[in-house]
């Protein structure tokens, strides 16, 4: 069985990632396990109240409260930002690929797609090698934006990889994607007709992204 791993963006959870990717797995059958892990970090309901409001997003009551929302790194105001906590979560990671590995590939929703080039960007620099899997899918993300990580990028990554941006994201978040696809060397694109949201709306889209992983062997 091969095992795949996925992660959450900011102030989600590994069951809301879930019921996203759910026909994924059903598309996909007994031959592949997706795995939820969960960020490490809670974020605070006023950090998480103050994010809806700060990008206009209409996020229902019940997803927001003590135990609901948690994140990768908390990200600070400096220009360029420091990731606080992000040790924490790789370390996290680390034990989860140690324990549930081998691992074939890392799906990473928002926040969770910056960790998964993160991890394309160390399992290729890293003499440890604590990160191993063969492919990536990227979707609504964007290369790390703290300093210490931007040097592991300066040459394309050897990985195949499916960045996944919907046509109705912001010209910010479409540039973004533009970034971290140009830092693979063979990043392959799928657009579907939405916003800042994994395509549940469009199974479509669903089943390209399990053909993709079929694809991968």
């Avoid at 690929?97 to 998964?116: K, Y």
């Avoid at 971290?180 to 063979?186: C, H, I, L, P, Q």
Wanted: proline content about 7%; glycine content about 8%.
């Amino acid at each position: 069985m091969k095992k795949i791993i996925c992660l959450h963006g900011y102030a989600m959870n590994r069951d809301w990632l879930q019921s996203w990717l759910n026909l994924i797995q059903q598309r996909l059958g007994t031959s592949y396990q997706l795995l939820y892990p969960q960020g490490p970090i809670e974020c605070p309901v006023e950090a998480v109240r103050a994010m809806t409001t700060r990008f206009n997003m209409m996020l229902p009551d019940e997803r927001i409260g003590k135990g609901k929302n948690w994140c990768w790194y908390r990200a600070d105001e400096q220009k360029p930002p420091h990731y606080h906590q992000i040790e924490t979560a790789l370390d996290y990671l680390a034990d989860y690929f140690s324990q549930h590995g081998p691992i074939d590939g890392v799906i990473g929703w928002s926040q969770g797609a910056v960790i998964t080039a993160l991890l394309s960007a160390l399992k290729q620099k890293e003499s440890a090698h604590r990160f191993g899997f063969n492919w990536a899918i990227l979707c609504g993300g964007f290369l790390p934006g703290d300093s210490r990580y931007r040097p592991l990028f300066e040459l394309p990554l050897k990985l195949p990889t499916l960045h996944v941006t919907g046509t109705q994201e912001s010209d910010f978040m479409k540039k973004q994607a533009d970034k971290m696809a140009a830092a693979f060397n063979s990043a392959e694109r799928l657009n579907p007709p939405c916003g800042h949201i994994m395509p549940v709306k469009h199974p479509q889209y669903l089943d390209k992204i399990s053909d993709w992983v079929v694809s991968q062997g």
